[in-house]
């Protein structure tokens, strides 16, 4: 009854303007760009991160078999190529989580989180809104990882099925891992930690999930966690149609592949949106929100 | 009124003038904050683990004529194993002094220890002595799990084990100035990861931490950015002594010592002179304590 007076007497008349989720998201990408465009340095880094990162696996392709690569189905047995997209689309998906742990762990240092969760926009839309940039970021340093590959030997079939094959692996990537990454910020927002389970996600995913040799020399109990994660699936998703020139319509390999990683989204979607809820209403019933 | 107010601050205590003590003073503090971090010891413990068995796994793939060909054995694990954990280990060295400096400044405790009676050196000593063994924790582990985890052949013998503990201090030695130059730019700009960053990377692909340097020799100007390298020579007297179980008997060790101890005698004086040169700057600027 007393809370209830107290409410009154702080209530505000204004009435509050509505901002489209669209108005929101654009709002969130301006915010982080600004954010990253004071940090020039870290682009020229991250650019070179990874053109050495290709250019190592460039040289080691040089003292590799291409047996293993023929034998589990990647017919060109090129080591370089299986590496190169390995490794772009596995820095893709680990930066865009790290992105988002990091991003609300930030916050959190920064004393804003509280603020923003606090405000209108729901923690639905603040989790859509702090991904957009690191994708987007994100697919700019991919693509420039996949040029600069092509440009030192790589070899890739590109049509117009291959791509459009790959575009949808692609998308299915980027929705399972944003799911991962909403999971692992909830668990960033209860602990106040965030970059220990994201790093042990990161090395565990480069084990099993085959970012830099084929599943086949791993043992069945490895391979098993592999199955469980989505990068592993879009990995042979994206080799096969781009090293071996197989689509949707003609590969059951890449039909496979597709339901595993729909079946992913499906479950870890809504899973990863309860958790990250739990955590926040919990921060939020202790107070921590703004604790760090 | 200056004089009285100083003379109402002061206090009678007679400052600890030994260095060593200083030293070890810091080294401890900085051990006690270190495990405070319990989830991050078992990640990072796990982590190196797993990065052993990522390497295990590449190796099933490699042609051991390719790595006989450089003279460093047959076995790409082996080879890999030694590359990465020195690598990390000499990245724990040089990265701790910059990036405890820029967590004091962050944290506002910088000023604090500039203005106590503690000599920067022995600041600096202190904490690079953390990194040492924080390092040295990781390292042996890395070795440890890849010898009895993964087979990886390796010397462990008496006299390959001593040689490679001097070649691991003149390596440390080598890159401690680089490690106390890099503070200097934290003093001064406030930020250095991405610079300690990007020494690392480049550290480890010139001085070929998981390819063979002869695979560089079609690229004359990788392979002369290799010679430069200090860690090219730490990685290939390392490489010598625990796989092929070369001793300090060995021409081939002692000139890779030598480079080491030229570019020990070159940097760490260079490293002092610009940390001190950045440390005078912000006092008299004022900015110790902004960020």
């Keep these: ?33 600004k954010i990253y465009w004071t940090y020039k340095f870290w682009v020229v880094f991250d650019v070179i991160d990874i053109a050495i990162l290709v250019a190592t696996y460039y040289f080691v392709a040089q003292i590799i078999t291409p047996a293993h690569l023929v034998a589990e189905g990647y017919s060109s047995g090129d080591y370089f190529t299986f590496a190169m997209l390995g490794i772009a689309f596995s820095q893709y998906v680990q930066n865009s989580v790290h992105g988002l742990t990091e991003g609300v762990r930030d916050e959190q240092w920064t004393g804003t989180i509280e603020t923003i969760l606090s405000s209108a926009t729901s923690y639905r839309s603040y989790l859509l809104g702090a991904s957009l940039f690191r994708f987007l970021y994100g697919t700019i340093i991919l693509v420039g990882a996949l040029g600069l590959g092509l440009l030192i ?12 094959t790959g575009a949808v692996f692609a998308l299915l990537l980027v929705s399972g891992h944003l799911a991962i990454g909403a999971m692992s910020a909830g668990i960033v ?21 085959g970012v830099f040799y084929p599943l086949g020399l791993l043992p069945w109990y490895l391979k098993w966690v592999g199955f469980a994660l989505p ?33 992913f989204i499906i479950i870890m979607v809504p899973l990863s949106l309860q958790v990250f809820a739990w955590a926040y209403r919990r921060s939020q019933r202790q107070g921590t929100l703004g604790q760090y | 009124m200056d004089n009285q107010l100083i003379t109402y601050f002061q206090d009678n205590v007679a400052p600890d003038k030994s260095e060593v003590r200083q030293t070890w003073g810091i080294f401890w503090g900085q051990l006690k904050i270190f495990m405070t971090y319990r989830t991050w010891v078992v990640t990072d413990t796990f982590n190196t683990i797993v990065s052993i068995a990522i390497y295990y796994f590449l190796s099933l793939q490699v042609q051991p004529s390719q790595i006989a060909a450089s003279g460093y054995g047959t076995s790409y694990l082996a080879f890999s194993l030694i590359g990465i954990a020195f690598a990390n280990y ?34 600096l000593f202190g904490q690079a002595a953390r990194g040492f ?42 890159h401690l100035g680089l490690g106390i130059f890099i503070a200097g730019i934290v003093l001064v700009y406030k930020q250095a990861d991405p610079v300690t960053f990007m020494v690392s990377l480049f550290m480890e692909f010139f001085a070929g931490a998981l390819f063979p340097l002869q695979l560089l020799s079609n690229y004359p100007p990788l392979a002369i950015a290799s010679e430069l390298m200090p860690y090219t020579y730490a990685l290939d007297a390392l490489r010598k002594s625990l796989i092929q179980g070369a001793t300090l008997a060995s021409q081939d060790i002692l000139f890779d010592l030598a480079v080491l101890v030229v570019y020990a005698v070159i940097l760490l004086p260079l490293g002092l002179w610009s940390f001190n040169v950045g440390y005078d700057r912000i006092r008299t600027e004022g900015t110790t304590s902004s960020y």
């Design chain 1, 1 to 33: 009854m007393e809370s209830d007076k107290i409410i009154q007497m702080l209530q505000e008349p204004t009435v509050r303007s509505k901002t489209t989720l669209a108005e929101k998201a654009k709002a969130f990408i301006v915010r982080d760009f």
């Design chain 1, 153 to 164: 030997g790589g070899k890739v079939i590109l049509t117009p099925s291959t791509l459009a």
């Design chain 1, 189 to 209: 927002v209860m602990i106040k930690r965030g970059d220990p389970i994201a790093w042990g996600f990161t090395w565990l995913t480069q084990l099993v999930s």
């Design chain 1, 231 to 263: 990068l592993t699936y879009s990995l042979d998703g994206i080799r096969r149609t781009f090293m071996n020139g197989e689509t949707f319509f003609d590969s059951a390999v890449l039909q496979t592949d597709l339901v595993a990683l729909i079946a």
């Design chain 2, 90 to 123: 000499l990245w724990f060295c040089i990265n701790r002094i910059s990036h405890s400096m820029q967590s004091e400044i962050r944290e506002g405790t910088f000023e604090t220890i500039a203005s106590s009676p503690i000599r920067m050196r022995s600041y």
């Design chain 2, 133 to 174: 063994l924080v390092g040295l924790y990781y390292m042996v582990g890395a070795l440890a799990v890849g010898v009895y985890g993964f087979n990886a052949p390796l010397h462990f013998e008496p006299a390959a084990l001593l040689t490679s503990s001097l070649v691991l201090v003149f390596m440390v030695l080598s």
